[in-house]
Every structure is written in C-alpha cells, then in structure tokens.
C-alpha cells in the first residue's frame, strides 16, 4: 500500500512538473496564434483521472433530440393536399430531455406587400432555442490541465436547408469562468442562406476553441433554428450538436 502511494504521488509529481517546464514554450505558440502546441504528456494521458474524464467524448447531453443522424439526409417535408389548419406550433416534438428550450415568436413581415393588397395568410416566424452549460471539472478536467495545457474544445453542429427564411440558425457558445459569467473566449455564427439553390442537405457548422487563456471551467451552448407556421408548421430541423474536449497535438 506505502508503494502504490508513492508510485501515485511520483505521477503526480511528474504532470506538475510537464506543466511547470512546459509554460513558457506554450506561451510563446500562443503568441504566434497557432492551434496545435505542445504534445499531451504521457502522464496525462495514463493518468486515472483522465481515464475518468470524458477527454474526446461528446460532453452535450441528447445531442439528436429529434431522433435523427447527420450521416442520413434530413427528411424531405411533407406537403398535404389540403392545408391542415391546425392550432399554431412553434417547435417540432421530440425528447428535449437535457436542454433548456424557449420560443420567440416574431412580428409579421410584412415587407413587401403593396398598400391596400388584400392578405389572407402569412407565414409567423418563430426562433426555437436550445441550450446547455457543460461543467468541465464534473466531467473530469482539473484546473491545470485547463489553465495551462489548454485541451482544444471543439464544437460542431448541423442544421436542415429548410428554406424558410433567409435567415434559420443561429450559434452563440461562451467559455465561461467559475462565477459562469466571466467569459473567458466565445464564437457566433449566423449564417445567411441562399435561397436560389435548393439542395436540402445538412449543413455543418464548426468551430475549434484553443488557447483561450487561464480560467475556463464552462462551456454555454446556445443554437436557434428559426420555424415558420402558415395552417401548419415548417420547421428548420437539425441534429450532431457537440462538444468535444481534446488533447492538443502537434501539426507534424
């Protein structure tokens, strides 16, 4: 039992001893704005309290609410003969089991349309939005490893060509502090869509997060995809949300 002890404190020691020799050449590949640094150490990567962390997993919780896969196409919408006039949804149904959901209802749009033209129906727009706040020392990441060595967090995400409005996605993801308002690093996408090309496919949206500084302990994941409501509802669906830590490598 003595042995095993000292045999644990000696890897200790050794990881401790990786970060504190290894920061200032860190430093300097942060300088040069570089994505690959340092090589992971072997103690890390054999450490037991890495083989418990959750390092190249996806960290998001129901990351496919609607039940589909990023490697099958999206399903092609249904169009009734006679419009099915239902009450207003403003979101698919599915098991949402993980995610904190809102809807915004947004105005009419009314752009366009000539004074005095007699309107029947119009299309109400919606933003359907899901998030989630991934604690990255609860799965298994110390301070240390995230001050100093920096594991990139990757983000990834796909969402449906639903050609409802020129705008139907939206991503907001923060790297938050221990207080979870601090941001330490964020990325937005909010893509425009062309509407002239049709091909109904999923479009991925990707983001790698690295050497974003001291202090991360969170990861906020926020996307909106945009739904439209005219007798019946045509949504923006989507699938694949992640949030992947992993360790950095060289580029050779």
């Known amino acids: 039992m003595e042995s095993q002890k000292q045999d644990n404190s000696s890897k200790e020691g050794m990881v401790f001893h990786l970060l504190a020799t290894e920061t200032s050449g860190r430093r300097s590949l942060r300088r040069s704005g570089a994505c690959r640094e340092l090589p992971c150490p072997t103690a890390w990567t054999g450490s037991p309290s890495t083989r418990r962390s959750r390092l190249g997993r996806n960290l998001l919780k129901n990351p496919a609410p609607l039940g589909m896969s990023k ?144 202090g991360a302990r969170y990861v906020h994941f926020v996307h909106r995809l945009k739904n439209s409501f005219m007798m019946e509802l045509y949504p923006t669906k989507f699938t694949g949300s992640s949030v992947i830590v992993r360790p950095v490598t060289t580029s050779s």
């Not at 998030?131 to 594991?151: H, I, R, Y």
């Not at 939206?170 to 964020?186: M, P, R, W, Y």
């Open 71 to 214: 490697d099958t196409p999206p399903p092609e919408p249904e169009y009734h003969d006679m419009p099915m006039r239902g009450p207003p949804r403003f979101q698919l149904d599915g098991d949402f089991t993980g995610w904190t959901t809102s809807v915004e209802i947004l105005p009419y749009d009314t752009s366009g349309i000539p004074q005095g033209a007699m309107i029947c129906e119009l299309p109400r727009l919606s933003w359907f939005s899901m998030e989630q706040v991934v604690d990255l020392k609860a799965e298994g990441l110390w301070e240390e490893l995230l001050d100093t060595f920096q594991p990139e967090i990757v983000i990834q995400d796909f969402y449906e060509e639903s050609q409802v409005h020129q705008s139907i996605y939206q991503l907001h993801v923060k790297l938050l502090g221990a207080d979870k308002s601090t941001v330490i690093s964020e990325h937005s996408v909010n893509p425009t869509e062309d509407l002239s090309t049709y091909s109904h496919t999923w479009k991925e949206v990707s983001h790698v997060f690295c050497n974003y500084g001291p």
